[in-house]
């Protein structure tokens, strides 16, 4: 009995583990889709999503039949619920890559970012998705000091949300009020993407040690 419950256990972590690869996946690809105005890649990306929903439903039931059958304590008691309030941040970053695909099919065949702010929206894109593949890292491997430094990676996330906007409120920005929400809409996707990444860091610290980590190394 003991050795299934471990091996459902185990399961559980590689389930949620896996689930963050895929919002990775879906965030670079609607970043791809954003800048590369790619249509059929933007709706893979939203087609994709109920693939996540669907495994962060059987991630939840798994953990809370785990929760009735086998009275965790201690360390699997926090793995447990720590699959459960993660499978949530994953589903919301697989939401957040979908918004971003869909600004990107609301305007094609135009591209939904001016090319003033391409470049940020890049540098964005690229340090999101590997926030995202550093928690998959983690909760695969549990390392809680590398989950403690997720939050530092997330201060070039912040930077880039705080330039565009700077930009937008710049008496130079020529490029309608349109375009303007949709930078404002999209630079908050990416900004929340990184900040779930950082909060499955967060609740890896605490799994593993029991604790959380200093207001020093993560707000």
């Keep these: 009995m003991r050795t299934t419950y471990y091996e459902e256990l185990a399961a559980l972590r590689t389930q949620v583990g896996d689930m963050c690869g895929l919002a990775a996946d879906a965030m670079e690809h609607a970043t791809h889709a954003l800048l590369g105005v790619d249509l059929s890649l933007a709706e893979q990306v939203i087609a994709d999503h109920e693939h996540i929903q669907d495994m962060s439903k059987r991630a939840e039931g798994g953990a809370l039949k785990l929760l009735a059958l086998q009275q965790p304590v201690a360390g699997d008691l926090r793995t447990i619920i720590g699959a459960i309030h993660v499978g949530a941040d994953i589903e919301r970053m697989g939401a957040l890559a979908v918004h971003v ?119």
């Design 101 to 219: 695909a869909r600004i990107a099919r609301l305007r094609h065949p135009e591209c939904a970012v001016p090319d003033e702010v391409r470049d940020c929206f890049a540098e964005m894109g690229a340090r999101s998705v590997e926030l995202a593949r550093t928690a998959h890292e983690v909760m695969v491997s549990g390392d809680p000091d590398k989950a403690a430094r997720l939050n530092d990676a997330d201060d070039a996330v912040d930077a880039e949300h705080r330039h565009l906007f700077t930009m937008l409120i710049d008496h130079v920005w020529q490029d309608g009020v349109c375009s303007a929400v949709d930078v404002a809409l999209l630079g908050r996707f990416y900004e929340r993407f990184a900040d779930h990444a950082v909060e499955i860091g967060r609740r890896v610290v605490f799994e593993t040690t029991g604790g959380l980590p200093n207001h020093k190394k993560m707000a």
